[in-house]
């Protein structure tokens, strides 16, 4: 049995990141920090190509709740298409116009994910409560 075109087309994309990865690898130890951000733009452009024109990627912010909470700072960001368009470069994003936040590694260790959890805990518990349903009871806004 032939393998499904979106199986072809999602190989692709993995390569095409794993190519970006194992080019940015070969100088990470020079300048961490280049790589890093490299990376992060990757994973944004990777974002910016797949999901529909109208959510807008970003990379580097903080997430702001309704309580006056900032984030740390995660280094790629999904934005509602109804996010106010005058604060897209504010660096400080408003979690009700948050889809979805990533934190990108060039190379994971456990400490990463520790602080991955602990910054995701964080935000969720800064959320306002959303009742109504088993669902929305289980589930963040931000995914």
Same mark, same amino acid.
Request: net charge neutral; aromatic share 8%.
């Given at each position: 049995?032939?393998?499904?075109?979106?199986?072809?087309?999602?190989?692709?994309?993995?390569?095409?990141?794993?190519?970006?990865?194992?080019? !940015?690898?070969?100088?990470?130890?020079?300048?961490?920090?280049?790589?890093?951000?490299?990376?992060?733009?990757?994973?944004?452009?990777?974002?910016?190509?797949?999901?529909?024109?109208?959510?807008?990627?970003?990379?580097?912010?903080?997430?702001?709740?309704?309580?006056?909470?900032?984030?740390?700072?995660?280094?790629?960001?999904?934005?509602?298409?109804?996010?106010?368009?005058?604060?897209?470069?504010?660096?400080?994003?408003?979690?009700?116009?948050?889809?979805?936040?990533?934190?990108?590694?060039?190379?994971?260790?456990?400490?990463?994910?520790?602080?991955?959890?602990?910054?995701?805990?964080?935000?969720?518990?800064?959320?306002?409560?959303?009742?109504?349903?088993?669902?929305?009871?289980?589930?963040?806004? !931000?995914?």
């Amino acid at each position: 049995m032939a393998e499904h075109d979106i199986h072809d087309f999602l190989q692709s994309a993995q390569r095409d990141i794993e190519n970006e990865y194992k080019r !940015i690898l070969k100088r990470a130890t020079e300048d961490p920090g280049t790589a890093g951000d490299q990376g992060e733009e990757n994973w944004a452009a990777l974002l910016k190509n797949w999901l529909p024109s109208y959510f807008h990627v970003v990379t580097k912010g903080r997430i702001l709740t309704e309580s006056g909470y900032a984030s740390p700072q995660i280094d790629v960001l999904v934005l509602h298409p109804s996010y106010p368009q005058v604060l897209l470069d504010k660096k400080l994003y408003l979690a009700g116009g948050v889809a979805a936040a990533f934190e990108c590694k060039t190379t994971l260790k456990a400490s990463h994910v520790k602080k991955a959890v602990k910054t995701a805990s964080e935000i969720r518990i800064n959320l306002p409560d959303q009742t109504g349903s088993p669902y929305k009871e289980l589930n963040s806004s !931000i995914i």
